[in-house]
């Protein structure tokens, strides 16, 4: 128990002054409070309307999963990413895939590349169907997608090739392409605030931290006013590609965390969207995110269990078709042994 009774002195000491720091930045943001609130930049919705969804519609939801495993040398991956066609009747779309790459500091960012390469693409076969979707809802914003940092290796390239011919292809056949995500990191809606009311928000406070305490007593169930991210996203395969991505936060439900929604700048309809989002919302017992999503996220999840076997059987073929070769770069490392 020594190093407990540590920590509870420094608890003592310390406690009250990061208690005291937080307080402060909680007090910067309850300052412009009503300023806000007059700028109407946050507005009340009615949680107990209910949204009809035109028969018409088709919906698509994409979701994609990874797992990685690093091994002595290498690291052995596998993606997964599913599309899942609501009308009638439900469908799905699914692709998966698996390699080995170099282990170094860019692996989980490569990996993470090649999954969303595969979303896009599972995305694009169902525009590409006979009757394709009237809307496709991509888990994920689309601005954070568009703005992906450029690493060394080919997984870049083909992820923003598949992600120009999916923008191409929704604007071509008039498809609403939206993106929705349980945004919990971003701060661009506290840069719009800061922009436009001319003050300075806490530097490490986020959107959904900041709306939090703005919202408390104020309106159970919100969104914001729309507004665009500065930064636009410029093609490299067709200059005339330059897209910015108006955006929204949503609350849906009172107890669901904020919801980040997006779409690309040609979309007509956004308050049209917002309202699907918020009936599809209603069903989930996640309190507030879309249930089709949801499903779609249950059925692209590689869970440990899933990815060890993946790892197991990949190793043991590759042990019996070349000794060697496992010896080499595919021996588990003394740390993977540990108990």
Request: some cysteine; glycine content about 4%.
């Amino acid at each position: 128990m020594r190093h407990y009774s540590i920590w509870l002195k420094k608890h003592d000491s310390r406690g009250n002054q990061i208690l005291n720091d937080l307080q402060s930045y909680k007090r910067e943001v309850m300052e412009i409070k009503d300023k806000i609130y007059d700028k109407d930049l946050i507005l009340p919705i009615d949680a107990e309307q209910d949204h009809e969804i035109d028969p018409d519609f088709r919906l698509c939801f994409v979701d994609g999963g990874e797992s990685n495993k690093e091994l002595l040398g290498a690291s052995v991956y596998f993606i997964r990413a599913s599309a899942l066609l609501w009308k009638d009747q439900t469908e799905f779309i699914r692709d998966l895939d698996m390699g080995v790459i170099d282990y170094d500091e860019h692996t989980k960012e490569r990996v993470e590349l090649l999954r969303g390469a595969m979303e896009f693409d599972v995305a694009i076969r169902s525009v590409e169907l006979k009757t394709p979707p009237t809307h496709i809802f991509l888990d994920g914003s689309l601005h954070v997608n568009a703005k992906k940092r450029q690493i060394k290796g080919s997984e870049y390239g083909m992820y923003r090739k598949k992600l120009v011919r999916l923008m191409k292809l929704c604007r071509e056949k008039e498809v609403s392409l939206v993106g929705v995500s349980e945004d919990s990191t971003s701060r661009l809606f506290a840069h719009y605030i800061s922009a436009l009311c001319y003050i300075e928000l806490p530097k490490f406070m986020t959107d959904s931290s900041i709306l939090r305490m703005l919202t408390k007593d104020r309106c159970v169930c919100y969104r914001t006013i729309q507004f665009t991210p500065y930064s636009k996203f410029a093609s490299e395969l067709d200059e005339d590609l330059v897209v910015s991505f108006p955006t929204v936060y949503v609350q849906p439900t009172p107890l669901s965390n904020p919801l980040r929604i997006d779409v690309p700048e040609w979309e007509q309809n956004f308050d049209g969207i917002i309202n699907l989002v918020l009936k599809l919302s209603k069903g989930s017992r996640y309190y507030g995110y879309p249930l089709p999503l949801y499903l779609v996220h249950l059925d692209v999840k590689i869970g440990p269990k899933l990815s060890e076997w993946n790892t197991r059987q990949l190793i043991h073929f590759i042990s019996r078709e070349d000794p060697d070769l496992y010896d080499a770069i595919l021996r588990s490392s003394r740390k993977d042994m540990r108990f």
